[in-house]
């Protein structure tokens, strides 16, 4: 992935409004983010643990989500996957939910996937970040195909929040 600035990202919000991309909190550390290993830049707020945002070049363009992730219930102990990646996890994948763009998130309208709580999809394809025992299913793809396969996964998703 390309590095973006804090303005790219800003700038690149479909879901929610110039106001609010403006007060939402962006990474201090853009600069040291492993940039040639994402597929996407996915960041919590450190202020409200329920929110989440993703940045994604898709079309040579920055895409920008807000997300509000689900409270940690008791069903998080559960091993569940991650619709992006594929990595099962125990308590580690949330319900990622993003108000449609335009007026059909206005009315309220949203979408959702379960996606890995740290959003570090990306790291987790790559093996650079281990998320335990049986947490990657053996497979004879190759890695860009892995890594294919999630970015398809997440262009998806930003299709249908942004249809």
Same mark, same amino acid.
């Not at 929110?51 to 079309?59: I, K, Q, S, T």
């Given at each position: 992935?390309?590095p973006l600035t804090?303005q790219e990202?800003?700038a690149a919000?479909v879901?929610?409004? #110039?106001?609010?991309?403006r007060?939402l909190? =962006? %990474?201090r550390?853009?600069a040291?983010?492993?940039?040639?290993?994402?597929d996407?830049?996915?960041w919590?707020?450190?202020?409200? %643990?329920d929110? !989440?945002y993703l !940045?994604v070049?898709?079309d040579?363009?920055?895409q920008?989500? !807000?997300?509000? /992730?689900s409270? *940690?219930?008791s069903?998080?102990a559960?091993?569940?996957?991650?619709?992006m990646?594929?990595?099962?996890? /125990? $308590?580690g994948?949330?319900l990622? @939910?993003? %108000?449609? *763009?335009?007026r !059909?998130?206005?009315?309220?309208?949203s979408v $959702?996937?379960?996606?890995? /709580?740290?959003?570090a999809? /990306?790291l987790? +394809?790559r093996g #650079?970040r281990?998320?335990? +025992?049986g947490a990657?299913?053996?497979?004879?793809?190759?890695?860009?195909?892995?890594i294919g396969?999630? @970015?398809a996964n997440? *262009?998806?998703? =930003?299709?249908?929040v942004?249809?």
């Amino acid at each position: 992935m390309k590095p973006l600035t804090e303005q790219e990202i800003r700038a690149a919000f479909v879901n929610c409004t #110039k106001g609010e991309a403006r007060r939402l909190a =962006v %990474p201090r550390d853009l600069a040291d983010r492993p940039w040639d290993d994402l597929d996407y830049l996915g960041w919590r707020d450190p202020q409200a %643990p329920d929110r !989440a945002y993703l !940045a994604v070049e898709l079309d040579g363009r920055p895409q920008a989500l !807000a997300l509000r /992730s689900s409270t *940690a219930g008791s069903w998080q102990a559960r091993r569940s996957m991650c619709t992006m990646c594929l990595t099962t996890h /125990s $308590g580690g994948v949330s319900l990622m @939910v993003a %108000p449609k *763009a335009g007026r !059909a998130g206005q009315q309220g309208n949203s979408v $959702g996937a379960y996606i890995c /709580s740290d959003l570090a999809c /990306s790291l987790y +394809v790559r093996g #650079k970040r281990d998320a335990g +025992v049986g947490a990657r299913l053996p497979e004879t793809i190759t890695l860009e195909e892995k890594i294919g396969r999630t @970015v398809a996964n997440l *262009a998806a998703f =930003v299709a249908k929040v942004t249809g």
